[in-house]
């Protein structure tokens, strides 16, 4: 079958068989002109084929459509066989074994509305494992009970006029009737089962889920309602308990599915009013750029981290999935519901990926793949952003310590000793000499300062700007060195973190070129062209791959440049040099 015409061929097939039989069967029941009350009996028992119909075409993957469906060919071709059987007198005639076969199909309708179309509900799953063993009880049961009615005496049949074609007479026919009154009566205790966990869900469950069990439990105790005012008055007469137990019956899981799948949007599919006009609006999830949308200030206003819990939680929401994960590179996870199983679904983002746990209606479609391909892009930004901060916040703290380091080792115990000096010489009575060593002690202690301050933030760079700060920072240098820079550049300021953090590419590559590249010339180079601000430091030295090196000490200063929206790479080869190129964009 072409995958255009499914499931609408196979859905759409199944309702008319539906329909037909409950509207073929009821007419047949009572004749024509029918009374109110039987069009009234068929407008309800047509409602369970629509809703059927309906979500099993707009979401084919959910079993729960099928179910439903199912559920309603049941009771359209039981309906059906009771006409037949009413129709035909003498129980004897050529449609009467196949309308007691399609009669019998009444217990399979019952056991499926009862037990699971309540227990599968929303997406055609088990709640848990635990219920395994009760679907087996409820299945036999359904079996038993439909053997009964197929094999019952005429007595069981004292409504229809001819009686059972294929009823069993003596002790058979009174075991098959025990057969299927004790089968009715284990599928009716199933069922209360299953109302009871119906209850104890939406004890447990979430808001929203709250709000659609209310009705489901609403419609199972309406429909076992119905089935006990039938048992309670029988059909004979038409008695008004009879007739409000059977609508009951009929109408209660239609009803409960309709007003979960309109009025809290199950299966995304809703209705809309424009003026006087009532009209179904279906694909109500969000799109990509509707959740962008709607998280763009949230996102703008959160940490790197809850930015990844947010956008979990937007995975989560567009895709109607039970829990979503954002996972990094480095194994954290950050994850929004309740994780409580495998992923179903997991795609790349980034540096990480997103893992997202089971659909609470149905199964993942394409549909579905697309938009998380499509979230992939934002949640990998996000990922990439995250790792640079907490990059960022690594080598902040490694320069914290260092600094705290230098003071320790070097200007505080400079001033310990001074201070032991001073104690010293006002205790002795110190002459000049021991005055002029702590004097000069004091002026060394202030210079170990000034060049510490200098390497937190050189005060060149803070007083005349980049260009002179590398000028000033080159012109020490031990090698021949070259600095350069536009037309204007000298003149021009730029904020502080811009200035801050070229300046240090500079130094730290200087500081590679000498260490490490044994170079005998550096050039510098700053230029700003095309948007951007950029610095080129090139040496003459033994050179490296790049491609082979690690990150080093030139990480940080990266994840700085990629901070500001710029970035930072390396040229050359063993024997070739090294050409470190940095740039941030320039500001307005």
């Known amino acids: 079958m072409s995958p255009a015409l499914f499931p609408r061929v196979p859905a759409a097939s199944a309702a008319v068989v539906a329909m037909a039989g409950i509207t073929a069967g009821a007419l047949l029941e009572s004749g024509l002109p029918a009374p109110f009350g039987q069009w009234l009996f068929i407008v309800v028992c047509l409602a369970l084929p629509a809703i059927g119909w309906l979500v099993a075409v707009r979401r084919p993957d959910n079993v729960y459509g099928w179910l439903l469906l199912a559920a309603a060919d049941c009771l359209g071709l039981g309906i059906l066989g009771v006409g037949l059987l009413i129709r035909d007198a003498t129980g004897h005639g050529p449609f009467a074994i ?23 509900f929303p997406d055609g799953r088990l709640p848990s494992r635990r219920w395994r063993a009760g679907v087996w009880v409820a299945g036999a049961a359904m079996a038993a009970q439909w053997a009964g009615v197929l094999l019952s005496p005429d007595e069981v049949y004292a409504a229809v ?28 205790l199933v069922a209360l089962s299953v109302l009871v966990s119906l209850v104890l869900r939406l004890r447990r469950g979430a808001a929203t889920e709250r709000r659609r069990l209310r009705w489901m439990i609403a419609g199972v105790v309406g429909t076992l309602g119905g089935a006990v005012l039938v048992a309670a008055y029988g059909l004979t007469g038409l008695a008004l308990g009879a007739w409000l137990g059977l609508l009951g019956a009929m109408a209660s899981p239609a009803v409960a599915i309709i007003a979960t799948v309109f009025r809290h949007n199950l299966l995304d599919i809703g209705v809309g009013i424009r003026g006087s006009r009532i009209f179904l609006v279906f694909d109500l999830r969000p799109t990509v750029d509707e959740l962008l949308t709607e998280l763009g200030p949230a996102l703008e206003e959160a940490e790197p ?145 000034r060049e510490l301050a200098a390497g937190i933030h050189p ?39 811009i200035e801050g953090a070229l300046y240090f590419t500079v130094s730290e590559a200087i500081a590679n070129a000498l260490k490490h ?46 901070a500001l929206g710029g970035g930072l790479d390396l040229a050359g080869g063993p024997g070739e040099g090294t050409r470190l190129r940095a740039w941030v964009p320039m500001p307005g």
């Not at 006029?161 to 284990?186: F, K, R, T």
């Not at 930015?307 to 109607?320: D, I, K, P």
């Not at 480095?330 to 199983?341: L, P, Q």
């Open 517 to 562: 590249a044994a170079a005998s010339r550096i050039e510098v180079r700053l230029t700003q062209a095309g948007g951007r601000l950029q610095v080129v430091v090139s040496d003459d030295g033994k050179g490296f791959d790049p491609a082979a090196a690690g990150r080093g000490g030139l990480g940080p200063l990266a994840d700085r440049m990629s």
């Open 161 to 188: 006029p001819g009686g059972n074609p294929l009823g069993l007479s003596g002790p058979a026919g009174l075991v098959a009737a025990s057969v299927g009154g004790l089968g009715q009566i284990v599928a009716f």
């Open 98 to 120: 196949l309308a007691a076969l399609l009669a019998s199909l009444f217990p399979v309708f019952y056991g499926l509305t009862w037990i699971f179309i309540p227990l599968l």
């Open 305 to 449: 981290a809850e930015q990844l819990g947010r956008l979990a939680g937007a995975v989560r929401a567009g895709l109607e999935a039970r829990w979503a994960a954002v996972a990094l590179a480095d194994g954290t996870r950050v994850v929004s519901g309740d994780e409580d199983g495998a992923a179903v679904l997991t795609v790349p983002a980034g540096l990480g990926h997103i893992a997202c746990g089971p659909r609470t209606a149905g199964r993942f479609t394409a549909e579905d793949r697309r938009l998380l391909r499509a979230l992939a892009v934002p949640v990998g930004l996000a990922i990439q952003s995250a790792g640079l901060a907490a990059r960022l916040v690594n080598a902040e703290e490694a320069e914290r310590r260092r600094i705290e380091r230098n003071i320790h080792d070097g200007a505080q115990q400079q001033l310990v000793a001074l201070i032991a000096g001073l104690e010293l010489a006002r205790a002795t009575g110190g002459g000049p000499d021991a005055l002029a060593l702590l004097r000069e002690q004091a002026r060394q202690t202030l210079t170990d300062l």
């Open 459 to 497: 005060s060149v760079l803070s007083q005349a700007g980049l260009v002179e700060a590398v000028e000033e920072r080159c012109s020490r240098l031990p090698v021949a060195t070259t600095v350069t820079a536009d037309t204007g550049l000298r003149a021009r300021r730029f904020p502080d973190e």
